[in-house]
T-cell receptor, first 117, second 113 residues
Framework: AQTVTQSQPEMSVQEAETVTLSCTYD???????LFWYKQPPSRQMILVIR??????QNATENRFSVNFQKAAKSFSLKISDSQLGDAAMYFC??????????????FGTGTRLKVLA | SQTIHQWPATLVQPVGSPLSLECTVE??????LYWYRQAAGRGLQLLFY??????ISSEVPQNLSASRPQDRQFILSSKKLLLSDSGFYLC????????????FGDGTRLSIL
């Protein structure tokens, strides 16, 4: 069964510095997508970045980038030049086509990021 | 552009009362629809998903049910709420296709007294 693991319940980073959030997953599928979502205190879920399993190039969105290691089944999120507005819960998610013919997402348990001024 | 509406934002209900949370999507057709529950400080638990009108799949046995009476309408219901039904409920939609992300509503905070 597919699983997503975020082993860091909480992380802290100083403003303007860089932080990396870890995510590992387990799957036997060859084609899938991985996502990072951000959930600020307002609790709205916001898509941060996505990565296709077939693409070797790591995805980048402004200050956010991923380190995708397919063989190791690792998908970490790097936040550069951290800002106070980055403080949130971050969820790693995996999406694949299941045998039911449906695309489903599996979410990790989240990492709470604190940004220190 | 596509939008998702979820209501109410907050709900306080007594134990044993019924529940109806509604979610609608605009600007797209034939979306995949999802209901999640999030306990305080925890991850997302998938409750139900739907790939079409009248097609509902349940992920976990529980006191809740879901219905999809129209293409872009997804309803979460209960006949009798339990204390354990308290939580934050999120509706989400996605387009067909492996690369499509989920788009979430603003959520409903449900408190059972």
């Amino acid at each position: 069964a597919q699983t997503v693991t975020q082993s860091q319940p909480e992380m802290s980073v100083q403003e303007a510095e860089t932080v990396t959030l870890s995510c590992t997953y387990d799957t036997s599928e060859s084609d899938y997508y991985l996502f990072w979502y951000k959930q600020p205190p307002s609790r709205q879920m916001i898509l941060v970045i996505r990565q296709e399993a077939y693409k070797q190039q790591n995805a980048t969105e402004n200050r956010f980038s991923v380190n995708f290691q397919k063989a190791a089944k690792s998908f970490s999120l790097k936040i550069s030049d951290s800002q106070l507005g980055d403080a949130a819960m971050y969820f790693c998610a995996y999406r694949a086509l299941f045998t039911s013919g449906t695309y489903k997402y599996i979410f990790g348990t989240g990492t709470r990021l604190k940004v220190l001024a | 552009s596509q939008t998702i509406h979820q209501w109410p934002a907050t709900l306080v209900q007594p134990v044993g009362s019924p529940l109806s949370l509604e979610c609608t999507v605009e600007g797209t057709s034939n979306p995949n629809l999802y209901w999640y529950r999030q306990a305080a400080g925890r991850g997302l638990q998938l409750l139900f998903y739907s790939v079409g009108i009248g097609q509902i799949s349940s992920e976990v046995p529980q006191n809740l049910s879901a219905s999809r009476p129209q293409d872009r309408q997804f309803i979460l219901s209960s006949k009798k709420l339990l204390l354990s039904d308290s939580g934050f409920y999120l509706c989400a939609w996605s387009a067909q296709g492996l690369d499509q992300p989920q788009h979430f509503g603003d959520g409903t905070r449900l408190s059972i007294l």
